[in-house]
Structure formats: C-alpha cells, structure tokens
C-alpha cells in the first residue's frame, strides 16, 4: 500500500491518501491536546499506544458484527482504514456522571446513569463542539432520519459490548465518544478508540487511565495508556 498526499492533520492524527481511493492511511502522532487545543503537549509513546489500543477495540467490535473503517494495522502508528466521508456529529455514550455533563447538570462525578445518556455534539472545532439534539442535526441535513438512526443504535451497540469486555478487566467505561462516517453507501464507526476518546476508571480505585490525567494535570499520563494496553493485550509495548 502507498502512502500518498496528506489529506487532513488533526489534533492527534493524519490523514493520508493511497493508492488505493477507498483507503487511507491513519497516522497517530504522540500531540495531546484539551479544552479546544488551548492546552497542548507532546507525551512520547502515546500515539503508538492509541493506534493499538484503538486496533484492539476495531478488531472487538468487528467480531460481534459492528462494522468500521478499520482494515488492518500498518505497524505500531498507523492504521489502514476505509475512506469516509465524516458524519459532522460526534456521538457522545455516557455511562457515569463525569466531564460536561456532570458541570452542565450539577451533578457530583461517579453516578450511574441508568439507561446511558446518548449525546450529539456538533463537530465544529472554531465552536467548540456544541451539544446539539436530534431536531437539529435532521433540520440542518448532517444526518437523514435513517442515519441518525443507525448511529444511535451503533452506539448502543458498541457500549453494550465494551462494557462487560471492559468489566472483565477490572475497568469501568465512565464515557466515551464516536464518530461515524460514510462509505459505499453504509454508514460506519471510524476515528479511534482509546484513551483520549474514552473515561476508563481502575473498578476498585477508580482511579482515572484516560486522557483526564492530562487535562486535570495529575500525571502519569503515559503511564495510564500503557496501564489500558496492559490489560487489553497482558503485556506492554516497547514504546
């Protein structure tokens, strides 16, 4: 596979065309970022972490019938994805109180949400993202009625198997969220999962593994995503 022209540089990623034009490549670079990029930092490894982390949850969610635009790992930072075309509403599943919506509603961090919260976000960085409903996003034609049904229930879906992969683990799924493109036609999950997209939290401690650890400044960054790997893979990666 040839890597071609760089079609989008991202806040932790890049986009590359290849020869193929129903594929690109995706490279994870090891930038972090918060609060709409006003926070930055470079923390080494991390991008060859996400990349396998992100692999592992692809190839899970594959094997229960969730499809994706992941294709394969290319090596330790890159993956070979199907080309979408970006749905421009980020699906936000939230199984305990943290973040937005524990500030928004003045609710105190570590509640159950029974049944989880499904939120829209409006993918627009110079807006910060805004917390959008179902209404808007079928009025302003982001998604048609039946895409925006898909994607809701992918999203269950994908909760609904990361949840008790991730008990078994000993770690809680607090939060996490998705994007959904085009391809061919079908609507399917793409970008990455992983720390930096997910709240994971130790089920004893609860302790925070997640990119929290770099917007609260409380350390151990690095140290939490190899912790996630760890547990997925049994092992650490030479990063």
């Known amino acids: ?14 986009v590359y065309a290849t020869d193929d034009p129903n594929l690109c490549i995706v490279h994870f670079r090891d930038s972090a970022t918060a609060f709409n990029a006003l926070k ?22 594959a094997s229960h019938g969730v499809e994706t635009h992941f294709v394969g790992s290319l090596g330790p930072r ?7 075309e970006i749905i421009k509403v980020e699906v ?13 509603l003045g609710l105190p961090e570590g509640l159950p949400v029974t049944p989880p919260v499904l939120e829209y976000y409006y993918k627009d960085d110079t807006l910060g993202d805004p917390l959008v409903n179902d209404s808007h996003i079928l009025s302003f034609g982001w998604a048609s009625a039946a895409e ?21 683990l000993d ?16 609507v399917m999950l793409g970008d990455e999962i992983s720390p930096d997209t997910c709240r994971f939290w130790d ?14 400044d409380l350390g151990g960054v690095a140290e939490a995503y190899q912790e996630i790997y760890r547990r997925l893979k049994g092992g650490t990666p030479n990063v």
């Open 1 to 14: 596979m040839e890597k071609r022209a760089l079609l989008y540089s991202g806040k932790a990623k890049d």
């Open 40 to 61: 930055k930092s470079e923390i080494a490894g991390k991008g060859e972490l996400n990349n396998l982390i992100s692999a592992h949850f692809f190839d899970l969610l």
């Open 78 to 84: 890159e993956m070979l994805v199907r080309r979408l």
């Open 92 to 104: 936000v599943v939230r199984n305990i109180t943290a973040g937005s919506l524990a500030k928004r």
């Open 148 to 168: 925006l049904s898909t994607i809701a229930a992918a999203a269950r879906q994908v909760n609904d198997i990361l949840l008790p992969a991730l008990r078994k």
């Open 171 to 186: 770690l809680l799924l607090v939060d996490f969220k998705l994007e959904f493109g085009r391809h061919a036609g079908r």
């Open 203 to 216: 089920a004893q401690t609860r302790e925070k593994l997640d990119k929290d650890r770099f917007r609260r």
